[in-house]
């Protein structure tokens, strides 16, 4: 039962900023990974950034220098930052965030439902 939940979504300025904002619940076990995930209307889902649980970070070639994706372990949150924003961010963000047990070869995939950012002037 573990439950994300997106907020921060919104109309952006182009230059401007914005900032996501994910958090997770319903589970006491670590989550290897959260990441932003950006859909636009008739492309496919892509990856924005991801942390994992020690600190590394992934940035999409797309925002590197404008976007800063932020992890708060002992809160079970991940902020993205946008800024200097341009059209080609919009899109749906969803937060995503994947368990791996330690003894386990399984994994675990949540989504959260999605937040729609909108930049336009």
């Known amino acids: 039962q573990v439950r994300l939940v997106e907020s921060g979504g919104g109309l952006g300025q182009p230059g401007g900023s914005l900032t996501l904002s994910c958090a997770a619940s319903?589970?006491?076990?670590?989550?290897?990974?959260m990441s932003w995930y950006r859909q636009a209307p008739g492309k496919e889902r892509e990856l924005v950034a991801s942390?994992?649980?020690?600190?590394?970070?992934r940035y999409a070639d797309a925002v590197k220098g404008r976007f800063t994706l932020s992890r708060a372990n002992a809160k079970n949150t991940v902020d993205l930052q946008m800024n200097s924003l341009k059209p080609e961010d919009t899109a749906v963000y969803y937060c995503?965030?994947?368990?791996?047990?330690?003894?386990?070869?399984?994994?675990?995939?949540?989504w959260g439902q999605g937040t729609q950012v909108t930049v336009s002037s």
């Open positions: 319903g589970t006491s076990v670590s989550i290897n990974v």
């Open positions: 942390a994992t649980k020690y600190g590394t970070m």
């Open positions: 995503n965030a994947v368990i791996v047990p330690a003894y386990s070869a399984g994994t675990s995939t949540y």
